[in-house]
């Protein structure tokens, strides 16, 4: 027993084993989506020619998560500056890493307009109904009826509107022929994974993707392990999980 004690963490290569511990709260979903894109990227074999940007907020604890050529922009601005690398240097593959206050609230003028011009770049919204580091105030994406600092008494849309859906969104503007869309959850890491690969092999084929992560923070939704996992099963049945948008070429190849 003590032997398998003392073996290393079993790591995909494009994380960051010298980064020591995830500085992320214990329970949250972000540690769970960057494990899932390492391996995404391993299995692509496209390590060498991946730049990983992450946003100001949670998501900035990713800075040295990756073992990937990375850069850490101001919030909201993580997107051109990863369309800007990518267009400088068109054999890489960007991505553009952030919650969903970074893409969908400060962020979402960039989110249209690289959806819109169809950037070879893909985008990562990790969705927690929340803006996590500052304290758990109401983000873009906060349900209906969600208590957070800032609804205390629960989130009111006739007062707020609904939520944002930023895969709805993205696939109602972007161009169909060349753009990869979904949405996907921490509670299947497997098809997670799958996920970031077709969009993964959508840019390196040229074209722009975007997916939408439904994660967790129980630490500002101030909930255990039972009722952590059963907030997210409220939010896949409000945010539906599925390809929003597949290349047309690809989705003709299935017929």
Excluded at 21 to 27: I, L, Q, V, Y
């Amino acid at each position: 027993m003590a032997e398998f004690l003392n073996l290393p963490p079993n790591l995909p290569k494009s994380q960051n084993a010298e980064a020591g511990a995830s500085k992320f709260c214990p329970g949250c979903g972000h540690g769970i989506t960057l494990k899932a894109l390492a391996n995404a990227v391993d299995e692509l074999g496209i390590k060498q020619k991946t730049v990983f940007g992450c946003d100001i907020g949670c998501s900035l604890l990713s800075w040295n998560y990756m073992d990937l050529d990375t850069v850490q922009t101001h919030h909201g601005r993580t997107t051109p500056v990863i369309y800007g690398f990518t267009r400088a240097n068109p054999e890489a593959i960007g991505i553009a890493y952030m919650g969903d206050g970074g893409g969908l609230a400060i962020g979402a003028q960039h989110l249209v307009n690289a959806s819109v011009r169809g950037e070879k770049m893909l985008i990562i919204v990790v969705n927690n109904t929340n803006y996590g580091m500052t304290g758990g105030q109401m983000s873009p994406t906060t349900m209906p009826g969600q208590k957070t600092e800032t609804t205390p008494y629960g989130r009111d849309c006739s007062v707020t509107g609904e939520p944002a859906k930023g895969a709805e969104m993205v696939a109602a503007i972007a161009n169909p022929c060349k753009s990869y869309v979904a949405r996907a959850s921490v509670s299947n890491v497997m098809k997670l994974k799958q996920t970031f690969k077709k969009a993964l092999q959508n840019v390196e084929n040229g074209g722009f993707s975007f997916v939408e992560v439904l994660s967790i923070c129980p630490l500002n939704w101030r909930t255990n392990n039972f009722d952590t996992f059963k907030r997210l099963e409220q939010m896949e049945n409000y945010f539906e999980v599925k390809e929003f948008l597949i290349p047309k070429e690809e989705e003709n190849g299935k017929n």
